[in-house]
Each structure stands twice: as C-alpha cells, then as structure tokens.
C-alpha cells in the first residue's frame, strides 16, 4: 500500500543498484547517440537539450 | 551576462564568440555565441587547456552520457558541456519518486559507461570513471 518515508542503507544500495543496472543497460541500447553527442560535445563545448533531442530523433 | 567581467575577460568572451561563430560557418557574431562559450571563459578556460586530447575525449563521453539519459528520461537541463552540467532546479516543492529516481539517474553514467568505448580517432579505456569492482 504505502513505502516508508526512512529507508534502510541496504534499500539505498539496492536503489542505487537497480539504477546503475538500468542506466547500464540503457546506455548499451544508446550507444549510437552517445557516440553523436560526444562527438558533438568535442565540436561545439556544449549541447542543449533541443539539440539532444534532435541527435536522439535522427537515430531513432 | 557579463557581470563581473573585467576588460582582459571581455577580450577572451569576444574573441572565443568570434572563434565559435567561425566554426560554425558563419560570419556574424550572435548572442547565442557568446552563450555558448561564457562557461569556458568564466571557469573552464584553464581546465580546457589543461585538458589532454584523450582526457577530453573521456570527459566528452561521460559528459555525453548525462546528456542522452536526461534527454531520453526527460530531466530537465539547460545545458551539458564538457566541463559543466547545468540541470533545471526543480520548481516544485513535492517531487514524486519516479522525477527523483530520474534525477539521480542522469549523473550515474559515471558508475554505469561500458568498459571500453571507441571513438573515431583512437580506442581508448574509460576505467577511470568506474567503480572498483569488490
């Protein structure tokens, strides 16, 4: 029903966990738009979020 | 924008807004210029100077991996550069647990970059941003 305000060191790191495991697995499936906004990172400094979208877009 | 600037400051944002302006093909220096490379006067100048190709290659990635996971999970940032990240502070007092999670998974590209990534130029390790396996 409900989850408790205070949770546990041991549920922090199976929170911390989970996440790392789906940003993991994430920036597998990512990898080619990683790869544009790095590349486009090192031309031009800096990257919007408008920008992102439109890399993200083309590829997918 | 310039608060804060002394002259010899001016110089370097006018030059660096020029510079950019040029790299992108363009003769006319705009506002989104001098935006665009504030930052890099302000605070990274050195740091990006100091930078090694290959260093800066890394932190590029990293950076990029930030950028694509809030992107792709829709936390908001102004702007991700290869020595900053701007994230939106959130207005709101209350944030649900799916916002928070989201939040803290747009900086965990840090633990969570594969191995080994290649870029055009050269192979290259990302070990240095990753957690020491126990």
């Known amino acids: 029903m409900s989850e408790n305000f205070i949770v546990t060191p041991e549920q922090e790191e199976e929170l911390l966990r989970e996440s790392v495991s789906e940003i993991t697995t994430l920036l597998k499936t990512l990898e080619k738009a990683l790869y544009e906004i790095s590349t486009y990172l090192l031309a031009h400094e800096n990257i919007t979020p408008e920008e992102c979208r439109v890399i993200l877009r083309r590829i997918f | 924008m310039t608060v804060g600037f002394n002259s ?16 992108e093909g363009r003769t006319v220096v705009e506002t989104a210029d001098f935006e665009a490379v504030k930052e890099k006067v302000l605070l990274g100048k050195r740091k990006i100077l100091s930078f090694t190709d290959e260093e800066r290659e890394i932190q590029a990635i990293y950076q990029a991996a930030k950028a694509v996971i809030a992107t792709w999970l829709d936390v908001e940032f102004e702007k991700i550069g290869i020595v900053n990240t701007r994230l939106l502070s959130q207005e709101h ?31 290259m390790r990302v070990w240095i941003f990753l957690k020491p396996k126990n």
């Open chain 2, 8 to 23: 010899a400051a001016l110089d370097t944002l006018t030059n660096e807004a020029a510079i950019y302006a040029m790299r």
């Open chain 2, 93 to 123: 007092e209350i944030l649900s647990k799916t916002q928070l999670l989201h939040a803290l998974k747009s900086i965990l590209p840090a633990v969570s970059l594969p191995r080994h990534i290649t870029m055009s130029s050269s192979p």
